[in-house]
């Protein structure tokens, strides 16, 4: 499935969807490298939890997702019938179509004649404000973004607050992430004009939705990404997980809540250097090497921080953890060690 979860195949999609489950693992990625070398404790049944209460949230709101249930002792169940955390959910499948690669680029052309049941192949981001570590800041530096292209009238700086929330598009099935523009996500996908407005009120909506669920915790909903699919019907769906830490960018009393302190440790190493050199050329993975372990006292905050904000955000206390606050304060000491 990934590098983070994996995908068991109940019932393959056809022209329906199938059905398969989510095993969400304690590995985590960054850099698109792929599985790092340590484990995560708790990490995969607090991401999977905390998935599961935000597709609850849109169900009831009305918004179609793939989600079907939580897997306790073999039986689908919701979250508010299980007795004990989990790492798998059930969830419906559709068709996943790859653009070939070309020496030029990659061909998209595919996803012109398909009419439904299928992932849409976008990484669809939604911006609430532009934090320090911003990817959107690095786009700027090297000229591959330029502020009107957010609709901003001026170059924006660390941290500010965005008056109306930006959508953004990203590739999901290519080799290496790139963003893109409008009118290239419109392309690639396939959409038309009424279903790529569509998509970016659909993200909106989330992204609210989002909020109003983190802000009962006293967080901050910074950032984060969803992805699409089209049913049999080819009407939206909500698909992959969404609303944890690794999909969003969540602060807590202005401390980045999510896997940046984790980048910003990688960034001190030799490693990354070579990451940042080879990124993109072939079998880049293996020439930039293996990552060095985390230092065991991250390590152990890192894995608090998912279960803390699990317990927080969904109001039961699944694990035996501290206080988020508490948590969140050991998570600012190594960002200040890491920035120094």
């Given at each position: 499935?990934?590098?983070?979860?994996?995908?068991?195949?109940?019932?393959?999609?056809?022209d329906k969807t199938g059905i398969g489950r989510f095993h969400f693992s304690d590995r985590y990625s960054v850099?698109?490298?792929?599985?790092?070398?340590?484990?995560?404790?708790?990490?995969?049944?607090?991401?999977?939890?905390?998935?599961?209460?935000?597709?609850?949230?849109?169900?009831?709101?009305?918004?179609?997702?793939?989600?079907?249930?939580?897997?306790?002792?073999?039986?689908?169940?919701?979250?508010?019938?299980?007795?004990?955390?989990?790492?798998?959910?059930?969830?419906?499948?559709?068709?996943?179509?790859?653009?070939?690669?070309?020496?030029?680029?990659?061909?998209?052309?595919?996803?012109?004649?398909?009419?439904?049941?299928?992932?849409?192949?976008?990484?669809?981001?939604?911006?609430?404000?532009?934090?320090?570590?911003?990817?959107?800041?690095?786009?700027?530096?090297?000229?591959?973004?330029?502020?009107?292209?957010?609709?901003?009238?001026?170059?924006?700086?660390?941290?500010?607050?965005?008056?109306?929330?930006?959508?953004?598009?990203?590739?999901?099935?290519?080799?290496?992430?790139?963003?893109?523009?409008?009118?290239?996500?419109?392309?690639?996908?396939?959409?038309?004009?009424?279903?790529?407005?569509?998509?970016?009120?659909?993200?909106?909506?989330?992204?609210?939705?989002?909020?109003?669920?983190?802000?009962?915790?006293?967080?901050?909903?910074?950032?984060?990404?969803?992805?699409?699919?089209?049913?049999?019907?080819?009407?939206?769906?909500?698909?992959?997980?969404?609303?944890?830490?690794?999909?969003?960018?969540?602060?807590?009393?202005?401390?980045?809540?999510?896997?940046?302190?984790?980048?910003?440790?990688?960034?001190?190493?030799?490693?990354?250097?070579?990451?940042?050199?080879?990124?993109?050329?072939?079998?880049?993975?293996?020439?930039?090497?293996?990552?060095?372990?985390?230092?065991?006292?991250?390590?152990?905050?890192?894995?608090?921080?998912?279960?803390?904000?699990?317990?927080?955000?969904?109001?039961?206390?699944?694990?035996?953890?501290?206080?988020?606050?508490?948590?969140?304060?050991?998570?600012?000491?190594?960002?200040?060690?890491?920035?120094?």
């Open positions: 499935m990934g590098s983070v979860k994996d995908l068991e195949i109940i019932k393959h999609p056809s850099f698109d490298y792929g599985e790092m070398p340590d484990l995560l404790e708790n990490k995969g049944k607090a991401l999977c939890i905390l998935s599961a209460h935000f597709f609850e949230v849109l169900e009831k709101e009305g918004i179609g997702t793939h989600y079907i249930g939580l897997v306790e002792e073999g039986v689908v169940r919701g979250l508010d019938e299980l007795s004990e955390p989990v790492n798998v959910m059930e969830v419906r499948l559709v068709n996943v179509y790859r653009p070939e690669k070309t020496e030029t680029g990659y061909d998209y052309s595919i996803f012109q004649k398909l009419k439904g049941n299928f992932l849409i192949p976008l990484e669809i981001i939604y911006r609430n404000s532009l934090p320090e570590g911003s990817s959107v800041f690095r786009r700027f530096k090297k000229g591959e973004l330029r502020p009107e292209d957010l609709g901003l009238n001026a170059m924006p700086e660390p941290g500010q607050k965005l008056q109306t929330p930006i959508v953004d598009f990203s590739t999901k099935l290519e080799d290496v992430d790139r963003y893109l523009s409008r009118e290239e996500a419109k392309r690639i996908s396939g959409l038309s004009e009424e279903e790529f407005s569509r998509i970016v009120e659909l993200t909106l909506t989330v992204d609210s939705l989002i909020t109003r669920e983190v802000e009962k915790a006293k967080i901050s909903n910074e950032d984060g990404k969803i992805e699409v699919a089209f049913n049999e019907r080819r009407e939206f769906m909500v698909v992959d997980a969404i609303g944890t830490p690794d999909e969003c960018r969540f602060s807590f009393n202005g401390i980045e809540m999510s896997k940046e302190v984790l980048r910003r440790y990688y960034r001190k190493t030799d490693w990354y250097r070579r990451v940042e050199k080879v990124r993109g050329e072939e079998d880049w993975r293996k020439t930039a090497g293996k990552p060095p372990k985390l230092p065991e006292e991250l390590k152990r905050a890192v894995e608090e921080m998912y279960m803390s904000a699990c317990n927080e955000i969904t109001g039961r206390k699944f694990f035996d953890s501290p206080k988020l606050k508490e948590v969140m304060n050991k998570i600012s000491g190594f960002m200040e060690v890491y920035d120094g």
